[in-house]
């Protein structure tokens, strides 16, 4: 089992929907987290920090769960540009970051 | 420099072949990474440097990758005898944080990558 766990996709949405991904992690010492996003071809961006309270950036927010070890992030009315793979991504406290296999969105007109 | 810059930018290499990657940090940035993107997963974490210091290597795949940053600055990930399975995207990236004493409380930032293809 990965440490990292997300579904694949694809997610099809169309432009204006609210899309909502999930991601569970198996290390319960995972001490910070965080959603990267990652265009084809293209290297992995910071999106956001997720922490326990939730937090939100204009038309995202990312939650976290630490009792269930499960965080999410939701899109609200997604434009054409959230296309794009979705990394969930954990730091157990050493000094490397896990990755999450992404999940894919696709916003069509 | 502006942002962390990798070359080459691809990479086609024989079987057999040894390649280096370079990876040219953020100036300043104390910690440096290495990580490895294959078709369709996520980065799998490779070596982690603090300045000049490899405090973590576990992630390297087999005794024929080797990394180093002598002077706490550019670094080079080396693979020798190169296999069809090294076949990924190399990801570098850095980060002004001294992750060892204060622990990881933000991401970091990527370099675009070298594209390798052993053939």
């Known amino acids: 089992r990965k440490e990292v766990e997300q579904d694949p996709g694809p997610f099809n949405v169309p432009e204006g929907a609210t899309v909502a991904f999930n991601c569970t992690y198996s290390?319960?010492?995972?001490?910070?987290f965080f959603w990267y996003r990652q265009d084809c071809r293209k290297e992995p961006k910071l999106l956001m920090s997720?922490?326990?309270s939730g937090n939100e950036d204009g038309r995202f927010t990312a939650q976290l769960n630490r009792a269930s070890q499960y965080i999410s992030l939701l899109i609200r009315d997604s434009k054409l540009s959230d296309s794009a793979t979705y990394l969930c991504v954990v730091n157990r406290g050493f000094q490397k970051l896990v990755f999450g296999t992404g999940t894919r969105l696709l916003v069509s007109p | 420099g502006a942002g962390v810059s990798q070359s080459p930018r691809y990479k086609v290499a024989k079987r057999g072949q040894d390649v280096a990657l370079r990876c040219d940090p953020i100036s300043g940035h104390v910690s440096l990474f290495w990580y490895q993107q294959a078709l369709g997963q996520g980065p799998e974490f490779l070596t982690y440097f603090q300045n000049e210091a490899q405090l973590d290597k576990s992630g390297l795949p087999s005794d024929r990758f080797f990394a180093e940053r002598p002077e706490g600055s550019v670094s080079t990930l080396k693979i020798q005898r190169t296999q069809q399975e090294d076949s990924a995207v190399y990801l570098c990236a850095s980060s002004s944080l001294d992750w060892g004493l204060r622990g990881a409380t933000s991401g970091y930032t990527f370099g675009s990558g070298t594209r390798l293809t052993v053939v």
């Open positions: 290390n319960s010492a995972s001490q910070s």
């Open positions: 997720v922490y326990s």
